[in-house]
């Protein structure tokens, strides 16, 4: 299938990220289906013209229709996958049986999943045997590419050929998609940078300061890149956009979600309530790390403060007086 034969795109998830990709993808030339489980919600979308609740102040394109019908997602040419982390295998549920073969179903969401530590391209293996997994990930925030402001980002899928159509079908001159093969080195950078920026959040909430920022940025790229080499990412996607291009947008302030999520807890004061990844991410990513004996003392001391096993003053105090090493 070449770019232009991915006619129709289908977006599962009308929040944030998946109104801005819906607007995206009509940019790059696609009719789109934006799905969204709340009837209502999806019915006060198509007669606005606007996702007032999570994208404010940015007109739906014309051409993307707001609907709460699963069956029209099925029809469509491939699906871009926008639910949170946690509820992607949920939502896929839903699709199943409706869904035709072979069709490409691209991951959006940056999570791995609790209890199976499973990444999103497995989930939707799993929970879609028929479908073709692909990733999209990269620094790109909802309301800047929803502005049309330049954005690039990493297209992968094991089919080196279909990562070439979907950048091609989903590409336009504001959003730059480069294809890639490397399926785990896409999803691992997304997923793992996310409860990096918690810590990037802690240690602006507690004014720590623009020299243990940086520092944690620089420790938290090497614990992703040990992370990524245990679990089979290439070295050059993880210093890549959806790796280390992605570190650096979420962990340098609060437009960030995971960034003023840490940030508020380090300042003590109750988070904004909007999602935060990285929060769910944390666990299941120290767990994983420790069964391959991957060293990820920054990710571990947000999962122990999130747990509550360690104040915030505990954490940064373990981290500092951690074992000299060579770096
Ligand atoms: N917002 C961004 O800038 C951005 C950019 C890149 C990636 N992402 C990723 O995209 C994913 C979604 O983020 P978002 O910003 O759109 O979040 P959001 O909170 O704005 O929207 C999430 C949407 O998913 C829906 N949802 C939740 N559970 C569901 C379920 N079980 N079935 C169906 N729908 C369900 C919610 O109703 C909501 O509409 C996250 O993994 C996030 O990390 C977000
Ligand atoms: O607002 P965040 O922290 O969920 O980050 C959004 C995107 O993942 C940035 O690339």
Same mark, same amino acid.
């Given at each position: 299938m070449s770019g232009s034969s991915f006619r129709r795109i289908g977006v599962m998830g009308a929040g944030a990220w998946g109104t801005a990709l819906a607007n995206a993808a009509a940019r790059a030339g696609r009719e789109v289906v934006l799905w969204g489980r709340d009837a209502g919600a999806m019915a006060d979308m198509a007669a606005a013209r606007e996702n007032r609740a999570d994208l404010p102040g940015i007109a739906l394109d014309p051409v993307v229709s707001p609907v709460s019908d699963l069956n029209l997602i099925a029809d469509c040419d491939a699906v871009l996958l926008v639910v949170p982390a946690q509820a992607c295998r949920e939502a896929l549920g839903h699709l199943g049986s409706r869904m035709r073969a072979g069709m490409p179903v691209i991951?959006?969401?940056?999570?791995?999943?609790?209890?199976?530590?499973?990444?999103?391209?497995? +989930?939707?293996?799993?929970? &879609?045997?028929?479908?073709?997994?692909?990733?999209?990930? @990269?620094?790109?925030?909802?309301?800047? +590419?929803?502005?049309? &402001?330049? $954005?690039?980002?990493t297209l992968a899928a094991r089919d080196g050929a279909l990562a070439k159509d979907l950048a091609q079908a989903?590409?336009?001159?504001? &959003?730059?998609l480069y294809h890639s093969?490397?399926?785990? @080195?896409? /999803?691992?950078?997304?997923?793992?940078?996310?409860?990096?920026?918690?810590?990037?959040?802690?240690?602006?909430?507690?004014?720590?300061?623009?020299?243990?920022?940086?520092?944690?940025?620089?420790?938290?790229?090497?614990?992703?890149?040990?992370?990524?080499?245990?679990?089979?990412?290439?070295? /050059? $996607?993880? $210093?890549?956009?959806?790796?280390?291009?992605?570190?650096? &947008?979420?962990?340098?302030?609060?437009?960030?979600?995971?960034?003023?999520?840490?940030?508020?807890?380090?300042?003590?004061?109750? @988070?904004?309530?909007?999602?935060?990844?990285?929060?769910?991410?944390?666990? +299941?990513?120290v767990e994983m790390a420790a069964a391959k004996g991957v060293d990820v003392p920054v990710s571990a001391a947000v999962d122990a403060v999130l747990a509550g096993r360690l104040g915030i003053d505990g954490a940064i105090e373990a981290l500092m007086a951690r074992p000299q090493r060579a770096e």
């Open positions: 991951s959006c969401a940056k999570g791995i999943e609790r209890g199976t530590r499973a990444f999103m391209s497995d +989930v939707i293996a799993e929970a &879609l045997p028929g479908a073709l997994p692909a990733v999209l990930s @990269g620094p790109s925030f909802a309301s800047d +590419v929803a502005a049309g &402001l330049p $954005t690039a980002v989903l590409g336009s001159s504001t &959003l730059r093969t490397d399926v785990r @080195g896409a /999803e691992i950078g997304g997923a793992a940078k996310n409860v990096l920026a918690i810590a990037a959040g802690i240690v602006a909430g507690r004014k720590l300061g623009a020299s243990a920022a940086a520092a944690l940025v620089a420790r938290g790229f090497a614990e992703l890149m040990r992370f990524g080499a245990a679990y089979g990412a290439r070295p /050059e $996607t993880i $210093t890549g956009l959806s790796g280390l291009g992605d570190l650096i &947008l979420t962990t340098s302030g609060p437009q960030s979600r995971n960034f003023a999520f840490g940030r508020a807890l380090g300042a003590g004061e109750a @988070g904004a309530g909007k999602l935060a990844e990285g929060a769910f991410t944390a666990s +299941v990513l």
